[in-house]
């Protein structure tokens, strides 16, 4: 069902499925997105409300939250099929160079939006207030969209640069490469490593708070590089290779 750190791949699913459903067509588009966005307030306030601590709460209800997940990645995909377009027609009427400094504006505004909503969890939809979190987490994917889009339309030789070549696209070549094992073993038993160790030396939830939390996030992937390692070397099956398969890729 896509429980804890696998819910992102039904969540998707239905967010596309969704999507497909109503795209290209402008009303239907709205009036879809409208009330997803309804139901989907509505049930995390639900959620929220009626969280318990316990295991056969999160039978039910875990399952449930693989759906609104679903519901709000719609609602996103539309906001920004609309932000691109609108941001099309922005940059065709200012031009290229204004229309970059623009791209770059948003970008670091919507790296800002992102210190907005402190304490949200999109994986337990532990969130104050949703409608805050559904508004800045569609400028924050709509401002890298921009940014995307500029820099994708900029001529010259920087993405032959040794930062984006060599450094950059390789790192991210191999997160989505490894994404399924990274996805699966990141929290445990990385980031619960992590944490014991930081209890053991007297600070425990030190990791989980700003600034701290961004080196978490580097150090989970260094980690990350060895634990994929191990498990295709020594444990293929793991991610449903046969050893066969492994000799005969080896060769």
């Known amino acids: 069902m896509g429980l804890e750190t696998l ?30 966005g309804v139901i989907c307030v509505a049930l995390i306030l639900y959620i929220n409300g009626s969280r318990e601590d316990t295991t056969l709460w999160r039978v039910i209800h875990l399952p449930v939250m693989v759906y609104i997940k679903g519901m709000a990645g719609f609602l996103l995909a539309v906001g920004g099929t609309a932000a691109y377009r609108g941001w099309k027609w922005f940059c065709g009427r200012i031009g290229p160079g204004l229309g970059a400094a623009a791209g770059l504006v948003l970008m670091a505004g919507g790296i800002w939006a992102a ?11 532990t969130m104050k207030n949703p409608v805050e979190w559904l508004f800045t987490a569609w400028f924050i994917a709509s401002s890298i969209l921009a940014f995307g889009e500029r820099a994708s339309a900029c001529r010259g030789r920087w993405k032959d640069g040794f930062l984006i070549k060599k450094i950059l696209v390789p790192a991210l070549a191999y997160c989505g490469k490894h994404s399924l094992t990274i996805m699966c073993t990141h929290l445990t038993p990385v980031i619960l490593l992590f944490k014991f160790i930081a209890g053991k030396a007297g600070y425990p939830g030190l990791l989980l708070k ?30 449903g290779i046969k050893p066969k398969a492994v000799r005969r890729e080896g060769k």
């Open 7 to 36: 819910w992102f791949l039904p969540s998707i699913f239905i967010a596309e499925l969704l999507l497909n459903l109503v795209y290209g067509r402008k009303k239907a588009m709205a009036g879809a997105a409208g009330a997803a």
């Open 115 to 125: 210190w907005l909503i402190p304490g949200c969890d999109f994986n337990f939809l």
């Open 210 to 239: 700003a600034p701290w939390d961004v080196g978490l996030f580097g150090a989970v992937m260094i980690v990350e590089v060895g634990v994929v390692w191990g498990i295709e070397k020594y444990v293929p099956w793991m991610n």
